[in-house]
C-alpha cells in the first residue's frame, strides 16, 4: 500500500522537485549549473552502442566504483558508462580526480515521473547497478518495467540501515524485490539483506569492492610544492575525524611532539563544513595551525595542516608516514561507527584506528586478526604508537606486507562483479 502510494504521488511531485530543488540552489547545496540534470534537463548525447548505468549516492560510495569502472571498461571496450550521484561534493570529488576513461558523470533524476522517463529514454541503459544501499522506488520501478537487468552492486547493511528498514519491512520487501541480483559485502549484512526481503536465491556475498580498489589519484605537482615546503619533516595523518574525536587527537599531538618536536599532523575532518568547529578545538592546544582552503601551505613551524578540500586524499596519504582512521575512537556519549582503511591500505599506510567500527566490523575484525591494522585504546596509546612508528621505520613493514596480501584477495571481488555485469549486460536486449 506505501508503495502504492509512493509511486502515485512520483506521477505528479514534479512541481515539488522544482521548488525543494531551486531553494538548494539558493543554499549553495547545489550546482547551479547542472542541478536541471535532476529534473530530467539532459544536455549531453549519449554515445552509440552499449550503455550501462552506475548509481552512488555520494562521495565514498563514488570512489568504491572507479576500480570496477576501469575494469569494466577493458572487458567492454565498447561500452559506456553513466554513473550519477546525488551530492554536490560527490560533483566536486569527481571534478578533482576525474572519471575512468567512457564514464561520463549525471546527477540522479528527481524521483519522479518526468525526470525519470526522460533520462531512461535518453540513455538507454542495457544494465542498472546501485552501489549500497540507495534506493528510490519510482526510478527502480520503471527499470523493472523496461526489462532492464537491475543488479544491487557492494551491498552493504549497516545496523542503522536494518533497524531503520526492519521498521517498514512491508515497504523495502516490495522494493528490494526489483532487483535481479544482489551482490553483497559481508556474511552480516547477506543475511539482512535477505531479512529485510531479497530473495535467497539471488543473492552473492562478492566481497566489498573497496578492499582491492585502485589508489586514490596523486597530485605531483601539489605534492612535491607541500614536501618542499615541509623540509622532510616527519608528518602523521588522521583521517576522516569526527568534531567530538578532534580533541582527543590534538592531546595525542601535542603528546607525541614533546618527543618529536618538529612533527606535523594532518587532519582531514569527515565533514568539512564543520571546519571551524576544528580550528577551535586545535587552537586550544596549538598556535600554528595553518588552514588547506585559505591558499597556505604549511611550513617548518606549523604544527596542524587542517586539510579542508574535498579530492586531495591520494595527496595526504602520500606525504604521511602513518595514518589514523577517525569516526572510530571511545568518545563518551558518541556512536562512532568507523570509516574505510583501504584508501590508505593501499597506500602502504600503517593504520591505526580506534576500538568503534560497527559498521565495517567483518573488515577491521579481519585487518586485526591478520595484523594488518592496529588498534588503539587510549589517547597515551595513540601518541606512543606514533612516535614509535616513526622513530622505528621496520614497525610498520609486517603490517604493509600483510595488507598487500588482502588487497590482492580483494581484487578478485572486484573482477568478478565486473565478469557478473558483463555478462548481464551482453544478455538483455539492445
Not at 7 to 32: C, H, M, T, Y
Not at 46 to 58: D, E, K, N, Q, Y
Request: with cysteine; charged share 25%; aromatic share 8%.
Amino acid at each position: 500500500m506505501l508503495l502504492t502510494l509512493y509511486l502515485f504521488f512520483a506521477q505528479f511531485s514534479l512541481p515539488l522537485w522544482r521548488f525543494f530543488l531551486k531553494i538548494r540552489v539558493n543554499a549553495l547545496k547545489e550546482d547551479g549549473r547542472r542541478y536541471r540534470e535532476k529534473l530530467g534537463e539532459i544536455s549531453v548525447d549519449r554515445p552509440a552502442g552499449i550503455v550501462l548505468w552506475f548509481h552512488a549516492l555520494s562521495v565514498g560510495e563514488c570512489l568504491a566504483l572507479m576500480s570496477l569502472l576501469r575494469r569494466l571498461g577493458l572487458l567492454m571496450p565498447d561500452a559506456h558508462f553513466v554513473l550519477t550521484t546525488n551530492t554536490l561534493t560527490s560533483l566536486r570529488a569527481i571534478e578533482k580526480i576525474g572519471l575512468p576513461p567512457r564514464v561520463i558523470h549525471q546527477f540522479l533524476p528527481a524521483d519522479s515521473r518526468q525526470p525519470v522517463h526522460s533520462f531512461l529514454n535518453h540513455w538507454k541503459p542495457s544494465l542498472v547497478a546501485v552501489a549500497e544501499l540507495d534506493l528510490w522506488p519510482y526510478v527502480l520501478t520503471q527499470v523493472k518495467r523496461r526489462s532492464i537487468p537491475l543488479v544491487l552492486i557492494n551491498g552493504r547493511v549497516t545496523d542503522r540501515t536494518y533497524k531503520k528498514h526492519f521498521e517498514k519491512n512491508k515497504f523495502i520487501r516490495s522494493v528490494l524485490c526489483l532487483f535481479d541480483l544482489y551482490l553483497i559485502q559481508d556474511h552480516v549484512s547477506t543475511k539482512r539483506i535477505i531479512k529485510l526481503g531479497a530473495p535467497p536465491q539471488f543473492v552473492k556475498m562478492v566481497g566489498p569492492l573497496k578492499v582491492g580498489a585502485d589508489p586514490l589519484p596523486d597530485f605531483p605537482k601539489e605534492r612535491m610544492e607541500f614536501e618542499t615546503s615541509v623540509h622532510s619533516r616527519p608528518i602523521w595523518l588522521a583521517a576522516s575525524t569526527h568534531l567530538s574525536e578532534e580533541i582527543d587527537i590534538f592531546e595525542a599531538h601535542k603528546m607525541a611532539r614533546e618527543l618529536l618536536p618538529d612533527l606535523l599532523l594532518i587532519i582531514v575532518p569527515r565533514n568539512i563544513e564543520g571546519v571551524s568547529f576544528t580550528q577551535t578545538n586545535a587552537q586550544e592546544k596549538f598556535s600554528n595551525i595553518v588552514i588547506r582552503s585559505s591558499g597556505n601551505i604549511p611550513n617548518a613551524d606549523t604544527e596542524v595542516y587542517i586539510a579542508d578540500t574535498l579530492g586531495e586524499m591520494g595527496l595526504w596519504l602520500r606525504v604521511s608516514q602513518l595514518t589514523f582512521i577517525g569516526h572510530s575512537m571511545a568518545v563518551p556519549g558518541q556512536n562512532l561507527t568507523g570509516k574505510n582503511p583501504f584508501e590508505a591500505l593501499a597506500l602502504d599506510q600503517l593504520v591505526l584506528h580506534g576500538p568503534n567500527f560497527k559498521n565495517f566490523d567483518e573488515i577491521y575484525s579481519m585487518l586485526l586478526k591478520r595484523k594488518a591494522s592496529k588498534c588503539i585504546l587510549t589517547t597515551a596509546d595513540l601518541a606512543q604508537n606514533i612516535v614509535y612508528a616513526i622513530k622505528n621505520s621496520d614497525f610498520k613493514k609486517d603490517y604493509i606486507l600483510t595488507a598487500r596480501a588482502i588487497r590482492r584477495e580483494g581484487e578478485k571481488s572486484i573482477e568478478q562483479t565486473a565478469e557478473i555485469l558483463m555478462m548481464r549486460a551482453l544478455k538483455s536486449p539492445p
